[in-house]
């Protein structure tokens, strides 16, 4: 059998892009209404993939471990947050406008003239704050401001107190949150690689300052074999350690976790060392104490905090060009989502050999009516059992549990692993035993 990944890279991503409106993982935003630029709604094989990342990420730093908490702060906040935090005077862009055709650039995509409309008439460039703005109540005004947060992380600084009353952790310690943030973004684009409305899944991790520089190592190791371990092939996942003038204005040091998208290495995940910044910021501004009191040298600290800040959307776009396959299988085509076990959307399809008989489908049915309460199970007798692989294999369905007629009679399904498609026969009340044995991931 003849195995040929898409070696071109603009091909791959336009057949992740189709594939992912075909089969319902990701559709444009709005799309009735003509859809909204770089705004994208998860399709119901799109929310599972999510919700499978979002629950191993979950799990992996919260549930396997004894030094993490959870947190799900508001999106909206005091706009005090953002003067301490330093987004309101930092966080922006420089950009450039076109007078005629009022499009937005960066300086370096317009060199004296506007790519869209051609048009020289710009203005300089100036920063732009990416902070969406908007207000609270029903008076506009400077009062009433506030913004979108444009990342989880302050959720978890301005609740620092409360964290430590309520789990009297110890250091070293790390909060850890999934959420929506939201950048007006300049540039974005690249399907859903940047985008306006994004989720993060961010931890900050509390630590003593001499021990900053072990833990920044550590989380970028562990940042790093999580990918691996949820099925990112290594040759397309790297280290970027950051240069100093690229540093965020509240970091000592980061690493970006990169992977090799069709359009370029990029950014999957950054690891900071963001200091005391963030604590003594805070406590300035509320005039709160927000120092902790380390019992093993009986004195008050301020914690630094090393931060693991990563995507949802961006890791679902990674995890879903990784495991797009193509093969040719007796002279025809094979597409294949390689998804690992944990994160492929759907674990089984139970398929009725023939749809006009009957009994087979009140079997297919029954199977899958059991299998459903532990699985994510699909049922399918819309096409013939060729063309059910194929839309079954082009999802990432782990296997396919065919009923024939023969079932009937021996009590037996045929099962078809998806990545080498071979088969074997599995006794229907053995089924749940087979499946927890190779699904099982706990
Ligand atoms: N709290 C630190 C922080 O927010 P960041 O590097 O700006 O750091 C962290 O963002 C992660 O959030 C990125 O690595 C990326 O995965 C995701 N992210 C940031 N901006 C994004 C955007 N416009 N669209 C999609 N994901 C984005």
């Avoid at 003509?34 to 993939?49: F, M, S, V």
């Avoid at 980061?254 to 805070?282: K, M, T």
């Avoid at 089984?348 to 009957?358: E, H, S, T, Y």
């Avoid at 692993?417 to 088969?423: I, N, V």
């Amino acid at each position: 059998m003849a195995i040929s990944k898409t070696d071109n890279h603009t091909l791959l991503m336009e057949n992740v892009v189709s594939l992912c409106k075909r089969r319902g993982f990701i559709f444009q935003g709005s799309e009735i209404y003509g859809g909204l630029a770089n705004t994208w709604d998860y399709g119901p094989l799109g929310a599972e993939l999510k919700r499978n990342i979002k629950e191993a990420w979950w799990r992996d730093n919260l549930y396997r471990r004894s030094d993490m908490a959870g947190l799900d702060s508001a999106i909206l906040m005091h706009p005090k947050v953002w003067e301490a935090s330093g987004h309101t005077a930092n966080f922006s862009d420089l950009s450039v406008d076109c007078k005629n055709c009022k499009k937005r650039w960066r300086p370096e995509q317009a060199q004296g003239k506007c790519p869209q409309c051609g048009s020289n008439d710009l203005t300089e460039a100036r920063a732009f704050n990416l902070m969406y703005k908007t207000h609270q109540g029903a008076v506009e005004d400077q009062a009433s401001l506030t913004y979108l947060r444009p990342e989880t992380a302050q959720g978890i600084f301005v609740n620092f107190l409360n964290i430590l009353d309520v789990s009297r952790k110890k250091l070293p310690f790390g909060v850890a949150q999934i959420g929506k943030s939201f950048r007006n973004e300049i540039t974005p684009g690249n399907f859903t690689f940047r985008t306006r409305e994004f989720e993060q899944m961010e931890i900050e991790y509390f630590v003593r300052p001499e021990e900053a520089d072990k833990y920044y190592a550590y989380w970028v190791n562990e940042r790093y074999n999580w990918y691996l371990r949820l099925g990112i092939k290594k040759q397309n996942l790297r280290l970027r350690p950051h240069a100093k003038e690229e540093l965020a204005h509240y970091a000592r040091a980061c690493s970006d976790i990169e992977y090799q998208f069709p359009f370029g290495w990029s950014e999957l995940e950054g690891i900071a060392n963001r200091s005391d910044f963030d604590l003594v910021q805070h406590a300035k501004f509320s005039g709160k104490d927000l120092s902790y009191f380390d019992a093993l040298d009986k004195k008050r600290i301020i914690p630094y905090i090393i931060e693991p800040s990563g995507g949802v959307d961006r890791a679902a776009l990674a995890f879903l060009v990784d495991a797009y396959w193509e093969e040719k299988v007796k002279d025809e085509n094979r597409t294949v989502l390689k998804f690992s076990k944990e994160l492929t959307p759907v674990k089984i399809a139970v398929l009725p050999l023939l749809k006009n008989r009957p009994q087979l489908v009140e079997l297919a049915k029954k199977i899958y009516e059991d299998l459903r309460k532990h699985y994510a199970c699909v049922y399918d007798d819309t096409a013939s059992i060729g063309k059910l692989y194929r839309r079954q294999d082009e999802v990432g369905t782990l296997f396919c549990l065919t009923v024939d007629v023969q079932s009937l009679d021996d009590k037996q399904v045929t099962v078809r692993e998806r990545d080498t498609m071979k088969q074997e026969r599995i006794s229907i009340d053995k089924l749940r035993e087979y499946c927890s044995e190779k699904l099982n991931h706990y």
